[in-house]
């Protein structure tokens, strides 16, 4: 198992940037895939990025490419969400995921997820 905790949520203004952490817990975190989703008030949970076990290939959502950036330091067992020029629209509940896919859209195909943290973008 692995164990999920996000941290770096905060409140932004428009065109700022903010990065997210996500620190994992279990010896084989090197085995997962990460990912990262976000989820807004009265909307369905939606994929933002994800990166697969070595860190060598990444997918974007169509939103937030060129944006977003997706990392991971297998040293430090951490993903990372690098946020830049946020929208109002990228407000919600960001979620870190584990044990999935680069190719997988659907929350219902990963395995494990942190309790999130909330993004706010201010115009």
């Known amino acids: 198992q692995v164990q999920l905790v996000e941290s770096g949520g905060g409140l932004v203004q428009a065109g700022g940037s903010l990065r997210l952490s996500c620190a994992a817990s279990g010896r084989t975190f090197s085995t997962y895939a990460m990912g990262w989703f976000r989820q807004a008030p009265g909307k369905e949970r939606e994929f933002v990025t994800a990166?697969?076990?070595?860190?060598?290939?990444?997918r974007y959502a169509d939103s937030v490419k060129g944006r977003f950036t997706i990392s991971r330091d297998i040293a430090k067992n951490t993903v990372y969400l690098q946020m830049n020029s946020l929208k109002p629209e990228d407000t919600a509940v960001y979620y870190c995921?584990?044990?999935?896919?680069?190719?997988?859209?659907?929350?219902?195909?990963?395995?494990?997820w942190g309790q999130g943290t909330q993004v706010a973008v201010s115009s």
């Open positions: 995921a584990a044990g999935g896919s680069i190719y997988y859209y659907t929350p219902g195909s990963w395995d494990y």
């Open positions: 990166i697969s076990v070595s860190g060598g290939n990444t």
